[in-house]
């Protein structure tokens, strides 16, 4: 079954929830794991950026195809700053973890 628009902002929502979930953890408010949540901060902010262009797409664009150009921008943002290339690299692993579970999801029948 192909994931429709309503289900992958489910989907999006469900792991920004888990990602302010862990966040407030003791492991993530321990000062020696700043970078690991800084990842997540990055990681949430793809999530809820793939939200909101969810909502900014055409009626036919598939939810695939806005994961998968969301990826593609990242990639290549990632590789235009040395100061933001981080940031954009988090960002793109974060669309292609979302981009497997589409195809997990489509292909899970």
Known sequence: MVIDKVELVCLLTTLIEEI???????????????????????????????????????????????????CKRMNGFSCVNKKTSYMFSSAYDAGMNVYDLVIQSTFAD
Not at 32 to 38: F, L, P, V
Not at 49 to 63: H, K, Y
């Open 20 to 70: 302010e979930h862990d966040l407030k953890s003791e492991y993530f408010t321990d000062p020696k794991h700043i970078s690991e949540r800084k990842y997540l901060g990055f990681e949430q902010w793809a999530y809820e950026r793939l939200i909101e262009e969810v909502g900014d797409s055409f009626p036919e664009t598939s939810a695939f195809e806005i994961v998968e150009n969301f």
